[in-house]
């Protein structure tokens, strides 16, 4: 797909600010077509991600994708691995995590993204 800029071309439509966004996805880091780009996975401090995000700053940046529903949203206080026996909600959520890794967003991850998401605009 081809698209061009033109400074003088007349207006033919426009988008409101708050529907310029961009999603972080989940994926498998088995999936060769998009490698490590997951929401778990990508690389939040490389430079030409960093420079793709400012560039489109100021946008929405939304986590989702085809395997939101399933994913593990572990945001309790002991979201990383523990030694030490954890009761209710955060026993589920740590064996959630500990089944699938790849699907398991910990306070630690939302954490570095919105760190990104405040570094780059």
Known sequence: MEISIQQNASTIGVVRQEFISTTMDW???KSEAWG????IHADLTHPNLIAAA???????LRIGGSFADIA????SNNSTISTTPLVGEANRLAKACSK???LCLTRQRWNEILKFAHDTG
């Open 27 to 29: 994926w498998h880091l």
């Open 72 to 75: 593990t949203y572990n945001m």
């Open 36 to 39: 490590n780009s997951s929401v």
């Open 100 to 102: 699938n890794r790849q």
């Open 54 to 60: 400012r560039g489109l700053s100021p946008f929405f």
